[in-house]
């Protein structure tokens, strides 16, 4: 097993369970145990979204990377890996940290770009044996 492909499964993990219980703990502070507030750009909804489209891409994403990993010697896929747990980083930080969530702004943009793109890549040669 490639320890790249273990390093970045690992990233991916720590920031779906580390986001969950900063959720848990907004939601407590703000006394809303279920949806998000209206505003964009309140804290409690942005985490919920930053968490949520982790939850949605992550798991995937590290399935291919072990496949890969154990599969794959292309260096390609490797960097490919790497690029696509940086644009999760990407997608985190631009939802949490940066701007407005109701404009778009270019760290979120990189991040999502980059994580449709480095999984398609995966996708590809996971069904090509790359």
């Not at 998000?36 to 968490?51: F, G, Q, S």
């Not at 490919?80 to 747990?85: F, R």
């Not at 980059?114 to 999984?119: E, P, R, S």
Request: charged content about 10%; proline content about 6%.
């Amino acid at each position: 097993m490639q320890s790249t492909a273990l390093l970045c499964t690992a990233i991916l993990g720590a920031m779906l369970f580390g986001l969950g219980p900063v959720v848990s703990g907004l939601r407590g502070k703000y006394k809303r145990l279920i949806g998000v507030p209206d505003d964009p750009d309140h804290p409690l909804y942005r985490l919920v979204r930053a968490h949520g489209n982790t939850a949605e891409f992550a798991p995937f994403l590290a399935v291919l990377f072990l496949y890969l990993g154990s599969h794959s010697q292309a260096p390609w896929v490797q960097h490919t890996i790497i690029a696509a747990t940086v644009c999760r980083v990407l997608l985190v930080v631009g939802m949490v940290f940066v701007g407005s969530m109701t404009r778009p702004n270019p760290v979120r943009f990189v991040g999502a770009l980059g994580t449709y793109l480095t999984g398609l890549a995966l996708c590809w040669a996971a069904a090509t044996g790359a």
